[in-house]
């Protein structure tokens, strides 16, 4: 148990539907990140949040929004779905170090498995 | 992000040294090597990283050769449930994100 909890675990939905996923990042992590994985696309990276700030900005679509709320939990909010959109979506926690940066471990959520028909 | 190559198989029988080879020939000077594995569609879980040294800890050993072109992960007695897709990630010290290739998948064999 990596101490990141990620709901819901399955989602099912239509395309052109909106869809929330939320992340609570372990006790004392201010860093959150996304990650989509695909089949045919491996891990992506989406978006960095820490403590509340977007800090970087990966392959995110325009449809695809992110926040991180002042109790650090972080949302991914997926709209407008197509069939392409289905994927395991992760996220995962970690400490910063002084600067800013990985101190070199992400702690990744077991996942949302979106499906999209 | 430095590019690394992994090969994109492996075999390992049960017990045995499991060694995972990672090219990073464009690594610079400030960029770490991480090693990440992902049991099959759970979140990928940290093993280990390092810079220049060696570095061992409960779950493996992280070889760094002198010229940090290469190195290989040692799983030292594998078994079943190390059965993963394995990643070797170089990132700098001021990264923010961590980029995941295509990975080695390691099969460990009864």
């Known amino acids: 148990d990596s101490g990141v909890t990620q709901t819901p675990k399955h989602l099912i939905t239509a395309t052109g539907q909106r869809v929330t996923l939320r992340c609570s990042p372990r006790?004392?992590?201010?860093?959150v990140y996304w990650y989509q994985q695909s089949l045919d696309q491996g891990l992506q990276f989406l978006i960095q949040y820490y403590n509340g700030e977007e800090r970087a900005k990966g392959n995110i679509l325009e449809r695809f929004s992110a926040q991180q709320f002042p109790d650090l939990h972080s949302e991914l909010n997926l709209s407008s779905l197509e069939l392409g959109d289905s994927a395991l979506y992760f996220c995962?926690?970690?400490?910063?170090?002084?600067?800013?940066?990985?101190?070199?471990?992400?702690?990744f959520g077991e996942g949302s498995r979106l499906t999209v028909l | 992000d430095a590019k690394t190559t992994q090969p994109p198989s492996m075999d390992c029988a049960e017990g045995r040294a499991a060694n995972l080879p990672c090219n990073h020939s464009?690594?610079?000077?400030?960029?770490?090597v991480y090693w990440y594995r992902q049991i099959h569609s759970q979140g990928p879980q940290y093993i280990i990283h390092g810079l220049k040294n060696n570095e061992t800890n409960e779950m493996a050993s992280l070889i760094i050769t002198e010229d940090r072109k290469s190195s290989t992960l040692i799983l030292p007695h594998a078994t079943l449930r190390d059965t993963a897709v394995y990643y070797c990630i170089g990132a700098s010290g001021s990264a923010r994100q961590l980029t995941f290739g295509s990975g080695t998948q390691l099969t460990v064999l009864p």
């Open positions: 464009t690594i610079s000077g400030n960029e770490y």
């Open positions: 995962a926690s970690s400490v910063e170090g002084s600067g800013g940066h990985l101190t070199g471990e992400l702690f």
């Open positions: 006790s004392g992590d201010l860093s």
